[in-house]
């Protein structure tokens, strides 16, 4: 999800004293040394769905080293999208530390007002792109806009350059998946409870595509081992089924690359297999997939009940995600893996 409205109040005002603030669609220079700063520091979720519109700010200055400044955590990932020269630890609303001269161009990829505008707006930089807000002149902000959209017009207009919406895809990474190809993922996982489907539904869900002869994986962080656990256990599946806990940020990736399909809720993991263009049953809530869902193409499957006024930061079940049954999970999944063929190196049922 983009800025917590929480987080975006914890800072206000203006562009800093002699901050160079015009709009982004003006000269530059072009070189070895130039440097284009963008700012994503955000959710996995957040940061996939940027890379479109990073991807449209390296075609419009392609001579100038791409600075991407995104959590510590998402660093690995970052390095897949090779629109990226380089990756600056940062935290949400939270300074850079910026050591060297000011990039030519920087590009607030995080939020539409001064609250973020201000983090790239202190690098004092030759060009600065944001939306509007107060002290900041720039495009206007549509909240009924798609995430991935929104930023893609931004960076096309802001600097004249086409931006496709659906360059969404990552490298796969180059480490080991800790788990066989073509397993099916089950990720009941979200960052918050409104976001996040019963596991008792989760675990019916990932029993029946074990039924169905494929081999479940169920994926999570460090704090989700015991939610991994519980699905496992109510799907008849034993602790060799768990991987939450257990996967680096890129052994995931490697791992939803693979996978021959993936069911979550809207949360980083179906943004993942939207990357890799892996099948995909993503439960939307409190959100509309309007907003956050995955592109229009035939692997992937969107289920929503709501009206988009729910919250996704919600401290209990959305009333629209809990009208998701598990009948209709278990026949958009079997729809999806008749319509879906494996490529030949996907097996069932490895012994791994």
Known sequence: MNEDPAAARSRSGGPPAGARRELASGGGQEG?????LVLRPLGLGDLLTGVPAIRAVRAAVPG???????????????????????????????????????????????????????????????RLLTFGSPGYPGLTWYPDEHEVRRWCRLVSEGLGVDADPDALDLAVPAVPSPAPA??????????????????????????????????????????????AREVAEGAGLGE??????????????????GARVVVSGDTGVAHLATAYRRPSVVLFGPVSPALW????????????????????????????????????????????????????RLTQRSSA
């Open 32 to 36: 070895p040394s130039a440097v284009a």
């Open 64 to 126: 100038h080293r791409l600075v991407l400044a995104t959590t510590p955590a998402l660093e690995p990932l970052a390095s897949l999208i090779d629109a990226v020269d380089e990756v600056l630890p940062a935290r949400e609303l939270e300074p850079l530390d910026w050591s060297g001269p000011p990039p030519e161009l920087a590009v607030d990829l995080h939020g539409k007002g001064p609250a973020s505008h201000v983090v790239v707006a202190d690098l004092r930089p030759d």
């Open 182 to 227: 073509g397993v099916a993922l089950v990720h009941p996982g979200a960052a918050f409870p409104g976001r996040r489907w019963p596991a008792d539904r989760f675990a019916a869900v990932a029993g029946h595509l074990a039924a169905a002869g494929l081999d479940v994986r169920v994926t999570g962080g460090p704090a989700e081992v015991p939610l």
């Open 240 to 257: 060799g089924a768990v991987l939450a806990g257990r996967t680096t940020t890129l052994e995931l990736a490697a791992v939803v690359a």
């Open 293 to 344: 869902g995955p592109p229009p193409r035939s692997q992937h499957v969107v289920l929503w009940h709501g009206d988009g006024t729910g919250d996704p930061w919600g401290t209990e079940l959305d009333p629209a995600l809990g009208a998701v049954t598990v009948e209709e999970v278990t026949s958009a999944l079997d729809d999806l893996l008749a319509r879906t063929r494996p490529s030949p």
